[in-house]
């Protein structure tokens, strides 16, 4: 189940990725000979519009190929007649896209999920948890622990923590307008470092405007997240921390036990990096190419196709190499796990 979902979280940042060089390439009359979904041998395809759409077996990428990108074709729907300002277009559109689907993703989790709330409603009690067994359900209002008055959930979990360690606990709850009495003994849990009652929190959703104000505000700030690590482990001053597809695999995997809601807000994080990422100036990816285009407007005339060539397969092999060692750091972590 963690691999269907990871490939169709996969599926849908390529796509819309392609789609955004695909649309903008079509907007500005740059005829496309196919758009795939996928690399390696073909599953199926279909031609329309004089562009073949396929489906193929490694759901690890995909690509738009556009007449006269990489060929001498002078056309007039060939890529390298259009201006240059139209061909960073085409280029900027696919990481542009995978903003606008983080956006999107996170807009539909403010909506229809919602967030955290800020109160001391009880979501779900975890099944088998303390707050389970002594009957709190979903739904109740903690407000009071141990006679001090409980007005938020941080004011709540402030107060579990500041008891004495694995201590009972006295719970007052309303529910239905009645209050109820519990006595709950909590449990340290080592992955968080904390002693819990074993209870979620409920969520709040937003209204359309308000949700899509939110899900700028959550994009930005994951991309300014996401900058700001790779500047300091550029500089050293964090360790490297990067995973490739099966530490992707394996991430998916644990956010889909959680809930639905965490696997949205993990695809829109993946695609904000994936956009990002896709803008740094490496060779064989978007950014290199728009600086490619920016030095061929300053000098007048593009670079040497061959040499251009040859930039792209060199950086591509580096990439190819780049992940293989991504990839088995992240066995190994499995393993270690």
């Given at each position: 189940?963690?691999?269907?979902?990871a490939?169709?979280?996969f599926?849908?940042?390529?796509?819309?990725?392609?789609?955004?060089?695909?649309?903008?390439?079509?907007?500005?009359?740059?005829?496309v000979?196919?758009?795939?979904?996928?690399?390696?041998?073909?599953?199926?395809?279909?031609?329309?519009?004089?562009?073949?759409?396929?489906?193929?077996?490694?759901?690890?990428?995909?690509?738009?190929?556009?007449?006269g990108?990489?060929e001498?074709?002078?056309?007039?729907?060939?890529?390298?007649?259009?201006?240059?300002?139209?061909?960073?277009?085409?280029?900027?559109s696919?990481?542009?896209?995978?903003?606008?689907?983080?956006?999107?993703?996170?807009?539909?989790?403010f909506?229809?999920?919602?967030?955290p709330?800020?109160?001391?409603v009880?979501?779900?009690?975890?099944?088998g948890?303390?707050?389970?067994?002594?009957?709190?359900?979903?739904?109740?209002?903690?407000?009071?622990?141990?006679?001090?008055?409980?007005?938020?959930w941080?004011?709540?979990?402030?107060?579990?923590?500041?008891?004495?360690?694995?201590?009972?606990?006295?719970v007052?709850?309303?529910?239905?307008?009645?209050?109820?009495?519990?006595?709950?003994?909590?449990?340290?849990?080592?992955?968080?470092?904390?002693?819990?009652?074993?209870?979620?929190?409920?969520?709040?959703?937003?209204?359309?405007?308000?949700?899509?104000?939110?899900?700028?505000?959550?994009?930005?700030?994951?991309?300014?997240?996401?900058?700001?690590?790779?500047?300091?482990?550029?500089t050293?001053?964090?360790?490297?921390?990067?995973?490739?597809?099966v530490?992707?695999?394996?991430?998916?995997?644990?956010?889909?036990?959680?809930?639905?809601a965490?696997?949205?807000?993990?695809v829109g994080?993946?695609?904000?990096?994936?956009?990002?990422?896709?803008?740094?100036?490496?060779?064989?990816?978007?950014?290199?190419?728009?600086v490619?285009?920016?030095?061929?407007?300053?000098?007048?005339?593009?670079?040497?196709?061959?040499?251009?060539?040859?930039?792209?397969?060199?950086?591509?092999?580096?990439?190819?190499?780049?992940?293989?060692?991504?990839?088995?750091?992240?066995?190994?972590?499995?393993?270690?796990?």
């Amino acid at each position: 189940m963690s691999i269907i979902i990871a490939i169709l979280v996969f599926g849908l940042l390529i796509f819309t990725h392609e789609l955004g060089h695909f649309a903008a390439a079509k907007a500005c009359g740059i005829g496309v000979y196919e758009f795939s979904l996928g690399m390696g041998p073909k599953l199926f395809d279909f031609t329309k519009g004089g562009t073949k759409y396929s489906l193929r077996l490694l759901p690890i990428g995909g690509f738009v190929q556009m007449v006269g990108e990489d060929e001498e074709n002078y056309a007039p729907d060939s890529f390298m007649q259009k201006s240059i300002w139209q061909r960073m277009l085409v280029i900027f559109s696919g990481p542009f896209m995978n903003f606008v689907t983080a956006m999107v993703t996170f807009v539909i989790v403010f909506m229809l999920i919602g967030t955290p709330s800020a109160s001391s409603v009880v979501g779900n009690p975890i099944e088998g948890s303390p707050a389970a067994a002594a009957g709190i359900m979903a739904g109740d209002r903690i407000v009071e622990i141990n006679d001090i008055e409980i007005n938020s959930w941080q004011q709540m979990v402030s107060t579990i923590q500041a008891q004495e360690a694995g201590k009972p606990l006295s719970v007052i709850a309303q529910r239905n307008g009645e209050e109820l009495s519990f006595t709950i003994t909590p449990y340290f849990d080592e992955a968080q470092n904390a002693w819990l009652i074993g209870i979620n929190g409920s969520r709040e959703t937003t209204g359309f405007f308000r949700a899509i104000a939110l899900g700028m505000e959550q994009t930005v700030y994951y991309t300014k997240l996401l900058v700001v690590s790779l500047w300091q482990m550029l500089t050293g001053q964090i360790a490297p921390d990067v995973a490739g597809p099966v530490g992707i695999v394996t991430m998916v995997g644990q956010v889909a036990q959680v809930g639905f809601a965490n696997v949205l807000l993990l695809v829109g994080i993946l695609s904000v990096n994936l956009g990002v990422v896709n803008l740094l100036p490496l060779p064989a990816l978007d950014g290199s190419k728009i600086v490619l285009l920016a030095v061929e407007g300053l000098r007048g005339k593009p670079m040497d196709r061959n040499k251009e060539a040859m930039i792209n397969l060199i950086g591509f092999a580096l990439l190819m190499v780049l992940m293989v060692v991504i990839t088995y750091q992240d066995i190994l972590r499995l393993i270690a796990n």
